[in-house]
């Protein structure tokens, strides 16, 4: 037997940053944000998404790098080995200090106006580095789209800072560009070919312009035009979507208040980005057509017909005894093929597997089929 040894190849560092004076190693392609937040580092950011490739356009996230004559965006700047990143210095506060104070500018500050809806991260973080609001004011000169007739999705100018995040994720995620940054410098808004209705575009209602939007500027319409609480003081309860079988996981924005004290869905959010399977994506159904929840006219217990071939109101107990009773009947009449089984792509993996079990274990019939088959 040939004895081989191990080739001696040079043992080489893994390549890392400088990060506040502390030591992270770093994956080529890292950039200094990702490597900040997977050290537990904050920094703030408004136009940044996992899910999007880096714009680079709110400059929220400017970093000091040892030897760069300016501050640079972390979300767009690879880790280079060796660097020397700083996130808390003199210059950096007074960047984003300077920065906030630039944005107030221009936008509401009144919380009442400035978030109807989804909490409005800029005001949060010019609160929180201490930027003046003084700086005078300006009325907003980015256009609307009051006039678009569609049902979901409402855009308000005067709360959006033109950081692409919305128009980014339509393109890069959906797949569909329906929205696009229109005008110059202040006049920059959103807006669609046009100006149609989404309506009228390739907009498929998925609702993620909304989703990622840092200030609410992109809202949901039926909150607002029910005059529902704003999103900080709803309570956000985690469930799995019941439109079809995916299984995206959702969050059922609960008012506790409404519905005479027992509580009421006014809004469904998406869990954040790369916490669930679904990376914090939905799709129309599942975002805005929550309404069925409290609709008057939902079944709410099982219904059994009377001799009189009327739907009347039962317990589970009985309802699945009279229908156990029924297949048993049809297949000592007709024999076990005289049943066949329909299940639904709306249920769980788990659901359609028992129901083939009763079909084929139970009533001894491979009569099965499933709507996502054809
Ligand atoms: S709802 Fe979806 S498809 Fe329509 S504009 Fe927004 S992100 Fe694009
Ligand atoms: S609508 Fe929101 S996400 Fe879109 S550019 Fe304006 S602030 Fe950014
Ligand atoms: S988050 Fe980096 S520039 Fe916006």
């Known amino acids: 037997m040939i004895e081989r040894s191990e080739p001696d190849l040079p043992k080489r560092a893994p390549k890392s940053i400088e990060l506040d004076g502390r030591k992270m190693p770093f994956q080529a392609g890292e950039t200094i944000l990702e490597v900040a937040q997977r050290a537990g580092v904050e920094i703030p950011t408004l136009c940044h998404d996992p899910r ?44 984003r200090k300077t920065l906030f104070a630039l944005y107030l500018t221009d936008h509401p500050q009144d ?30 000169l980015r256009d609307n789209r009051d006039a678009d007739r569609n049902p979901y999705i409402h855009f308000n100018a005067d709360t959006c800072i033109s950081c692409a995040r919305c128009t980014r994720y339509c393109e890069e995620v959906e797949g569909v560009s ?25 907009c498929e209602m998925c609702g993620g312009c909304v989703d990622v939007c840092p200030t609410g500027a992109m809202g949901e319409k039926l909150p607002l035009t029910r005059e ?9 309860v985690r469930s799995t979507c019941n439109f079809c079988g995916v299984g995206c996981q959702l969050d059922l924005n609960v008012d506790p208040d409404a519905n005479e004290g027992r509580g009421a869905v ?36 099982p219904l059994i017909r009377n001799d009189a071939g009327e739907l009347i109101p039962t317990s589970w107990e009985n309802a699945l005894s009279v229908a156990a009773a029924g297949l048993h009947g049809v ?12 299940s639904s792509s709306r249920c769980t993996m788990e659901e359609n597997y028992l129901v083939q079990k009763l079909s084929r274990a139970v009533f001894k019939t491979n009569n099965i089929h499933q709507c996502a088959a054809t």
């Open 52 to 95: 999007l490739e880096p714009a680079g356009a709110c400059r929220t996230c400017l970093v000091e790098v040892e030897g760069q004559r300016r501050l640079l965006p972390a979300c767009k700047t690879p880790a280079q080995d060796g660097a020397e990143v700083r996130t808390e210095t003199e210059r950096v506060d007074r960047h």
């Open 111 to 140: 919380l009442e106006v400035a978030e109807r809806g989804a909490p409005n991260q800029l005001l949060e973080m010019a609160a929180r580095y201490e930027a003046p609001k003084d700086w005078g004011f300006m009325e907003s």
């Open 178 to 202: 329906a929205i696009s940054l229109a005008g110059r410098g202040a006049e920059t808004t959103i807006a669609t070919a046009d100006n149609l209705s989404l309506l009228d575009t390739t």
């Open 228 to 236: 529902a609480k704003p999103e900080r003081e709803l309570t956000k």
């Open 266 to 301: 006014v809004k469904v959010t998406s869990p954040p980005a790369g916490t669930t399977t679904n990376d914090g994506n939905l799709c129309v159904k599942g975002r805005f057509a929550y309404d069925f929840i409290h609709h008057d006219e939902r079944i709410t217990s």
């Open 331 to 342: 297949s000592e009449r007709h024999g076990p093929n005289g049943l066949g089984f329909v």
